[in-house]
Protein backbone atom coordinates (compact mmCIF):
# COMPACT_ATOMS: atom_id res chain seq x y z
CA UNK A 1 0.00 0.00 0.00
CA UNK A 2 2.50 2.21 0.82
CA UNK A 3 4.33 2.04 -2.22
CA UNK A 4 1.39 2.49 -4.24
CA UNK A 5 0.81 5.57 -2.55
CA UNK A 6 4.55 6.89 -3.01
CA UNK A 7 4.22 5.47 -6.56
CA UNK A 8 1.10 7.87 -7.06
CA UNK A 9 2.85 10.68 -5.96
CA UNK A 10 6.31 10.42 -7.40
CA UNK A 11 4.99 9.68 -11.13
CA UNK A 12 3.40 12.84 -11.86
CA UNK A 13 6.20 14.71 -10.12
CA UNK A 14 8.72 13.49 -12.15
CA UNK A 15 6.36 13.80 -15.24
CA UNK A 16 6.89 10.31 -16.45
CA UNK A 17 5.14 9.16 -19.40
CA UNK A 18 1.53 9.16 -19.27
CA UNK A 19 -0.06 5.68 -20.24
CA UNK A 20 2.42 3.87 -18.34
CA UNK A 21 1.22 4.03 -14.94
CA UNK A 22 0.07 1.12 -14.32
CA UNK A 23 2.71 -1.27 -15.43
CA UNK A 24 5.11 1.22 -13.27
CA UNK A 25 2.90 0.74 -9.73
CA UNK A 26 2.82 -2.94 -11.33
CA UNK A 27 6.73 -3.28 -11.32
CA UNK A 28 7.03 -0.98 -8.03
CA UNK A 29 5.13 -3.40 -6.20
CA UNK A 30 6.91 -6.24 -7.44
CA UNK A 31 10.23 -5.18 -6.53
CA UNK A 32 8.64 -4.32 -3.02
CA UNK A 33 7.48 -8.07 -2.99
CA UNK A 34 11.40 -9.11 -4.05
CA UNK A 35 12.87 -6.92 -1.57
CA UNK A 36 10.65 -8.32 1.11
CA UNK A 37 11.26 -11.85 -0.03
CA UNK A 38 14.61 -11.91 -0.05
CA UNK A 39 14.71 -10.12 3.60
CA UNK A 40 12.60 -12.82 5.05
CA UNK A 41 15.24 -15.50 3.00
CA UNK A 42 18.00 -13.54 5.24
CA UNK A 43 16.22 -13.31 8.51
CA UNK A 44 15.53 -17.07 8.51
CA UNK A 45 18.86 -17.99 8.06
CA UNK A 46 20.45 -15.90 10.21
CA UNK A 47 20.71 -16.65 14.01
CA UNK A 48 19.74 -13.34 15.36
CA UNK A 49 18.38 -10.32 14.25
CA UNK A 50 21.90 -8.33 14.97
CA UNK A 51 23.16 -10.75 12.44
CA UNK A 52 20.36 -10.41 9.83
CA UNK A 53 21.52 -6.95 9.87
CA UNK A 54 24.71 -6.94 9.66
CA UNK A 55 24.38 -9.19 6.53
CA UNK A 56 22.49 -6.87 4.41
CA UNK A 57 24.83 -4.06 3.69
CA UNK A 58 27.54 -6.40 2.08
CA UNK A 59 24.48 -7.94 0.04
CA UNK A 60 23.43 -4.80 -0.97
CA UNK A 61 26.53 -3.55 -1.71
CA UNK A 62 27.56 -6.53 -4.19
CA UNK A 63 23.53 -5.62 -5.84
CA UNK A 64 25.43 -2.99 -6.77
CA UNK A 65 28.52 -3.58 -7.61
CA UNK A 66 27.18 -6.44 -10.18
CA UNK A 67 23.95 -5.41 -11.43
CA UNK A 68 25.30 -5.11 -14.81
CA UNK A 69 26.07 -0.92 -14.85
CA UNK A 70 28.88 -0.82 -12.72
CA UNK A 71 30.97 -3.95 -14.69
CA UNK A 72 29.63 -5.44 -17.23
CA UNK A 73 28.85 -9.15 -17.13
CA UNK A 74 31.43 -9.88 -19.26
CA UNK A 75 33.88 -8.17 -17.26
CA UNK A 76 32.71 -10.62 -14.48
CA UNK A 77 34.32 -13.00 -13.03
CA UNK A 78 32.73 -16.38 -13.68
CA UNK A 79 32.05 -17.54 -9.97
CA UNK A 80 30.93 -14.38 -9.46
CA UNK A 81 28.54 -14.18 -12.72
CA UNK A 82 25.11 -15.48 -10.65
CA UNK A 83 25.06 -12.60 -9.03
CA UNK A 84 23.82 -10.31 -11.44
CA UNK A 85 21.09 -12.28 -12.06
CA UNK A 86 19.43 -12.46 -8.78
CA UNK A 87 20.55 -8.49 -8.31
CA UNK A 88 17.27 -6.96 -6.86
CA UNK A 89 18.85 -3.25 -8.49
CA UNK A 90 19.32 -4.86 -11.34
CA UNK A 91 16.19 -6.29 -11.75
CA UNK A 92 14.58 -3.11 -10.40
CA UNK A 93 16.80 -0.37 -12.62
CA UNK A 94 15.67 -2.54 -15.95
CA UNK A 95 12.09 -2.73 -15.43
CA UNK A 96 11.34 1.21 -14.81
CA UNK A 97 13.91 1.95 -17.49
CA UNK A 98 12.27 -0.03 -20.23
CA UNK A 99 8.80 0.87 -18.87
CA UNK A 100 9.92 4.63 -19.25
CA UNK A 101 11.99 4.95 -22.46
CA UNK A 102 10.08 2.04 -25.11
CA UNK A 103 8.01 4.20 -27.18
CA UNK A 104 9.64 7.09 -26.06
CA UNK A 105 10.86 10.24 -28.67
CA UNK A 106 13.30 12.65 -27.69
CA UNK A 107 13.68 16.72 -28.65
CA UNK A 108 17.01 16.53 -30.71
CA UNK A 109 16.95 20.58 -32.21
CA UNK A 110 19.65 23.23 -30.76
CA UNK A 111 22.96 22.58 -30.16
CA UNK A 112 23.93 19.48 -28.53
CA UNK A 113 27.38 17.78 -27.57
CA UNK A 114 28.52 13.98 -28.08
CA UNK A 115 26.07 11.53 -29.04
CA UNK A 116 22.35 12.16 -28.95
CA UNK A 117 19.73 9.61 -28.77
CA UNK A 118 16.37 10.23 -30.89
CA UNK A 119 14.44 7.53 -29.19
CA UNK A 120 14.30 5.57 -26.09
CA UNK A 121 15.22 2.67 -27.56
CA UNK A 122 18.36 4.01 -28.79
CA UNK A 123 18.94 5.31 -25.32
CA UNK A 124 18.38 1.69 -24.13
CA UNK A 125 20.41 0.18 -26.28
CA UNK A 126 23.61 2.40 -24.99
CA UNK A 127 22.81 0.66 -21.58
CA UNK A 128 22.87 -2.84 -23.19
CA UNK A 129 18.90 -2.76 -22.65
CA UNK A 130 18.07 -3.61 -26.03
CA UNK A 131 16.06 -6.69 -26.83
CA UNK A 132 14.85 -7.21 -23.53
CA UNK A 133 10.96 -6.76 -22.65
CA UNK A 134 9.13 -5.60 -19.04
CA UNK A 135 8.66 -9.32 -19.70
CA UNK A 136 11.65 -10.53 -18.60
CA UNK A 137 12.31 -8.45 -15.77
CA UNK A 138 8.85 -9.65 -14.71
CA UNK A 139 9.88 -13.32 -14.81
CA UNK A 140 12.56 -12.55 -13.64
CA UNK A 141 11.65 -11.31 -9.95
CA UNK A 142 9.08 -13.62 -9.52
CA UNK A 143 11.68 -16.13 -9.80
CA UNK A 144 13.70 -14.84 -7.23
CA UNK A 145 10.34 -14.20 -5.29
CA UNK A 146 9.49 -17.98 -5.79
CA UNK A 147 13.25 -18.71 -4.48
CA UNK A 148 13.53 -17.02 -1.63
CA UNK A 149 10.19 -17.89 -0.11
CA UNK A 150 11.38 -21.57 -1.02
CA UNK A 151 14.85 -21.00 0.62
CA UNK A 152 13.02 -19.05 3.12
CA UNK A 153 11.32 -22.30 4.33
CA UNK A 154 14.49 -24.51 4.30
CA UNK A 155 15.61 -22.23 6.20
CA UNK A 156 13.44 -21.89 9.17
CA UNK A 157 13.40 -25.76 8.75
CA UNK A 158 16.16 -26.29 8.69
CA UNK A 159 17.56 -24.57 11.59
CA UNK A 160 14.59 -25.22 13.69
CA UNK A 161 15.04 -21.55 15.88
CA UNK A 162 13.87 -21.99 19.14
CA UNK A 163 11.19 -19.38 20.51
CA UNK A 164 10.46 -18.77 23.99
CA UNK A 165 7.42 -20.87 25.53
CA UNK A 166 4.30 -18.48 26.37
CA UNK A 167 2.89 -19.31 29.91
CA UNK A 168 -0.11 -18.31 32.13
CA UNK A 169 0.41 -15.25 34.08
CA UNK A 170 0.79 -15.63 37.71
CA UNK A 171 -2.12 -15.10 39.83
CA UNK A 172 -1.66 -12.19 42.30
Not at 52 to 59: T, V
Not at 144 to 157: D, Q
Request: with cysteine; proline share 5%.
Amino acid sequence: VFNAIFGAIIYPLAKLQKGKFKTFLGLTSLHSIASEAFGLFIGSISPSSDVALALFPPIIVLNIIFDGKNISEENTPPLLRWVAKIGLIRWGFEGLALNEFEGLEFNTSGPRRGPVARTGEEALARFGLNGKSVGDVIGAQTKIIAGCWLLSYLGLALTRQKYEVMKLPLAD
